[in-house]
């Protein structure tokens, strides 16, 4: 048995502490095997053990100079922990005042409750980071799946918002789906992730993309009307302001006023208010930062699957944990995203300045996703270049005349859209 600090624990693991110079025990006996050699201290004898036999190390005031401490499960209440050379497979390190001067701290599942945390040079491989008031100093910090609760963060506070993001329930529902996906189909990671995007896309955007598709047809519909209601609304206006003196100002209020109600009130009766049209933005943008985010967490060293991943992939990317080399994934991504962008330009026969805008907007942001995509995992990017091609291949199929009478949609569309679209192309580009 061995006391450490007045508290008695069994000696059920041998736990290597090589190199301790003052660590401070309270000794009720002296275990075989262990070595007792500095003099004693006030109340508190400080001993340097080779070997400490211990599962739990708790309630030490001070512990330092320690070559290497690992195997440990529980490491609490220690006042000051420092000097350590490499402090690893602890199963929870909470209660700490100071940690500092510790070379690398890895495989940790719970660090919690350290007043302060400097001086290390790779923090990596721990599971939750927590209740840190200080973090400073620290050279690499990876890994950590959870960094919450901290006071004071030198190092890793412009990314405390990534990692709750990445540590949402949304990511991990992701997680999930991608996973059990792989598991019941059996498929390699590569073509699981095909599979759950492909599902995904069509199962909740299409749906949803063909419903914008209704309201944006309402809506073009209802143009008609709205142009002939506002004339009748401006000779109205004319003859109140003849009958009142309204000055031009005012006839100019009047009439924007009223006309405001009458389309409200005429998208109301429709039920197609152009807001209802931006449902599928809403859904489609985070379902693709959580699955982004999922397989970017999938990938890590720490995750359990980093090893199926990485033998998960095919043709040229056969990592799917590292990022593609070749840039064959993010130049396919790129092109895909620009020719999206050039489909739905061609649809605006005469577009408007904002319109203009937006759409070199968005092919300057599809240029720029091809640098991106090759410095994420290959995973990451494949799904990306994936939704995309799923996205366009939607985008033809809703352009079909049997869906648009499907959709009973109001407004004319063309017989031959595929037809068209490409001779559009070619008469933009190609002369």
Known sequence: MLSVAGSLRTSVLQLPVRGVCSATFNRKSSAPGHTCTAPPSAGCPAVCCHMLPVRTLSAVRGLSNVGTLSGAGTLSGVGTLSGVGTLSGVGTLSGVGRLSGVGRLSGVGRLSGVGTLSGVGTLSGVGRLSGVGRLSGVGTLSGVRRLSGGGHDDSAGAAGWYSSLSDSAPVHLSEHFLVSVQQMSGLPWWLSIVVATLSVRTLITLP?????????????????????????????????????????????????????????????????????????????????????????????????????????????????????????????????????????????????????????????????????????????????????????????????????????????????????LLSAFITKYCR
Request: proline share 4%.
């Open 208 to 420: 949803l993309a063909a419903y914008q598709m209704v309201i944006i047809s309402k809506v073009e519909a209802l143009q008609a009307e709205i142009s002939e209601l506002a004339k009748r609304l401006r000779y109205e206006v004319s003859v109140r302001a003849r009958e009142r003196g309204w000055t031009e100002k005012e006839c100019r209020f009047q009439f924007k006023k009223n006309l405001r109600r009458i389309v409200s009130q005429l998208y109301v009766r429709d039920n197609c208010h152009p807001f209802k049209a931006s449902v599928l933005v809403w859904v489609q943008l985070p379902l693709w930062i959580s699955f982004s985010l999922a397989l970017r967490n999938l990938s890590l060293d720490q995750s359990a699957l980093h090893s199926d991943l990485a033998a998960g992939g095919a043709l040229w990317f056969s990592d799917l944990t590292s990022p593609d080399s070749t840039w064959i994934l993010p130049v396919c991504l790129g092109l895909i995203n620009l020719l999206i962008v050039e489909v739905f330009s061609l649809q605006r026969v005469n577009p408007s300045r904002l319109q203009k805008t937006v759409t070199n907007f968005i092919r300057a942001f599809s240029v720029l996703m091809i640098p991106i995509a090759a410095t994420v995992p290959s995973s990451m990017a494949l799904y990306w270049f994936t939704s995309s091609l799923v996205g366009f291949s939607h985008n033809l199929f809703l352009r079909s005349p049997t869906i648009h009478k499907i959709l009973k949609l109001r407004s004319h569309r063309s017989d031959s859209p595929y037809r068209d």
